[in-house]
């Protein structure tokens, strides 16, 4: 199997396109933290499909995970607030 097609690499190119577009995305962007994150752990993941996580690679992704959570917790609070206002 031609290791330049299989589906990790696919995955692999696909992602770039998505980083791309969170890395060209103004910070200020409501979504912005949400897809910078999810890109972010997704790449760490591809990265090491055939390996272990470390502990290292865990508590980063807990981190990012962190990160998405209190981006949610904004979004939320924003929503809750803009149905309040109508």
């Known amino acids: 199997m031609d290791t330049s097609d299989d589906p990790v690499s696919r995955a692999e190119r696909a992602l770039y396109d998505i980083q791309e577009l969170a890395d060209s995305t103004a910070e200020h ?3 912005w ?5 999810c890109s ?3 790449k760490l ?7 272990d996580l ?7 992704i807990r981190w990012m995970i962190s990160e998405l959570e209190n981006s949610c917790s ?4 924003k929503v809750d607030q803009d149905s309040k206002d109508k």
């Open 33 to 37: 933290v949400l897809l910078y994150n």
């Open 74 to 77: 904004k979004l939320k609070n």
């Open 45 to 51: 993941i591809l990265e090491k499909w055939n390996d």
């Open 40 to 42: 972010q752990i997704s």
């Open 54 to 60: 470390t502990e290292e690679d865990l508590s980063e």
């Open 29 to 31: 962007h409501p979504y």
